[in-house]
């Protein structure tokens, strides 16, 4: 999916260089041909458990009760500005998500490759010390 506009993208999603950066990496799997929701899971499992350690050293004060912490979580990452939680589940506007391979990276692939469940879940269980799947 080509992209019209970088400028109007950065200034709707209020994206950050980060944001394009690691949106084009990912979009370089895709050129590689092993870009797919199972390898994005994997390397997003691994980006939780990295992020959740520096969290964990750099916050002391992070929530006790799960629908704060993903708030935090969410937050802390930049992941959107426009998401609902909702008993065990979590909205995030595709058209509000900053971590897009495919709308930001421009990864042509079919299907999904969503990083942040997998980031989400791994963090989570990384500062709750659970194993949540």
Known sequence: MPIDSYKKL???RKLKNLHI???ALLAEFAQLG????????????????????????IHSDTP??????????INF???CD?????DEKIGIKIDKCKYCPK?????????????????LVSMLNELNGKNIK
């Open 34 to 57: 092993i870009l797919n929701q199972g390898t994005t899971n994997i390397v997003g499992n691994g980006i939780g458990k990295k992020v959740a350690r520096c969290i964990g050293e």
């Open 64 to 73: 006790g009760d799960e629908k704060e912490l993903i708030e935090f979580l």
């Open 82 to 86: 426009d998401y609902i939680i909702e």
């Open 21 to 23: 950066v690691l949106t």
């Open 77 to 79: 990452c930049d992941m």
């Open 10 to 12: 950065i200034e709707d």
């Open 103 to 119: 709308q930001i990276g421009e990864a042509e692939i079919s299907g999904s490759a969503c990083p942040i469940p997998s980031m």
